[in-house]
């Protein structure tokens, strides 16, 4: 009894039973899981590539889950009391700040926004010194920033979480959303033909290397000179082979637009690029979404836009039609940023029935 005693409270079993404690009191204050837990606690997020499908699938799952328990069931769900969030905004916003303060702060976090009136990356003090100040004295931080690799460096440095609220290369939270949009709308993504039409940007780079692992088509038209960057489609096209999905590139919207279940477009200006207007509307000229867009598209289409939008890319009818899913969209920001924070920070498991993806 005393050997079997000292046995179970070796170092190693020690912390097999400190771990087994704890997902019986998880389970205790938040029921049962209905499916295996998925650890994400402690990693970054600064691109879907750095995710496998499940792990982006269990994200969306989380979302999900607690969009059904606090909006539909009214559940209060103080998952994140006690912690708190630093938000640096280089880039003005109102879905990424509004969906990430006012969900932090739902879940009993404490949101700090912090500008470029605030906070100078790199300029007053050192991204290393920032990364590390910054983890001294909160739990995670959300960064929408010009350059990836200043948010590459944030994270290299910082010991909490560092999440890509946007950057000039990548914007994974704005996919999720997108995602979960089409989960709801669709019932499921697997076998969806998603169509680009716009910009070879952040938002497509996004699309590109994680559409396929839930095994959706993709059919991109770019302008000449504005296609997506040639890492990305390489990566791309690796994913498409992997997951036996179709990608096509081309410069022609009706082409990219033929049999597609979802018509996607972005800003063809982004914040910086004000000076480029001129030259990028002629560039774009025929690359707005309308209904006879549609008709090339497959029964049934439906339209995302990330926003903010401008009559260019998308004209009133489609942008306010049935078919339009933005209002949807941009709502499904909170569920899934709150999503990435809670499996970023917690141990929480969801207790939704897992979706089909």
Request: proline share 4%; net charge neutral.
């Amino acid at each position: 009894m005393l050997f079997n005693f000292r046995f179970l409270c070796s170092s190693g079993n020690a912390n097999k039973i400190h771990i087994h404690l704890g997902q019986c009191i998880r389970r205790y204050r938040f029921g049962h899981p209905t499916e295996t837990y998925m650890q994400l606690k402690g990693r970054d997020l600064l691109t879907l590539q750095n995710y496998t499908a499940d792990e982006i699938k269990y994200l969306l799952w989380v979302a999900s889950d607690l969009k059904e328990r606090v909006k539909h069931k009214q559940e209060y769900l103080p998952l994140l009391q006690g912690k708190s969030l630093t938000m640096i905004f280089e880039k003005r916003s109102t879905r990424t700040r509004l969906s990430t303060e006012t969900g932090f702060a739902l879940l009993g976090g404490h949101p700090c926004f912090l500008t470029t009136q605030d906070i100078h990356l790199g300029i007053n003090e050192s991204i290393t010194d920032t990364a590390r100040v910054l983890s001294s004295m909160t739990d995670a931080i959300l960064a929408r920033v010009y350059k990836q690799t200043d948010l590459e460096l944030l994270a290299q440095e910082a010991s909490i979480p560092v999440i890509n609220g946007l950057s000039d290369f990548d914007h994974p939270v704005q996919i999720l959303a997108d995602y979960l949009t089409l989960q709801e709308h669709y019932g499921s993504l697997k076998g969806l033909t998603l169509s680009w039409i716009g910009d070879g940007n952040n938002v497509l780079n996004a699309i590109m290397t994680s559409a396929s692992k839930f095994g959706m088509n993709l059919q991109v038209a770019t302008p000449k000179g504005f296609e997506p960057d040639p890492t990305i489609t390489k990566k791309a096209e690796e994913y498409s082979i992997k997951y036996g999905t179709k990608l096509f590139l081309t410069t022609d919207p009706l082409e990219a637009a033929h049999g597609a279940n979802v018509l996607i477009t972005d800003t063809w200006i982004s914040m910086g690029q004000e000076e480029e207007k001129q030259e990028r509307l002629r560039a774009f000229q025929g690359y707005q979404i309308t209904m006879q867009t549609g008709k090339v598209a497959s029964p049934g289409w439906t339209f995302l836009h990330c926003l903010p939008r401008k009559s260019e890319e998308v004209d009133d009818e489609v942008f306010y039609s049935p078919q339009s899913l933005v209002f949807k969209e941009a709502e499904n920001r909170k569920w899934t940023i709150m999503a990435v924070m809670v499996s970023l920070l917690t141990d929480y498991s969801p207790q939704l029935q897992r979706p089909v993806f």
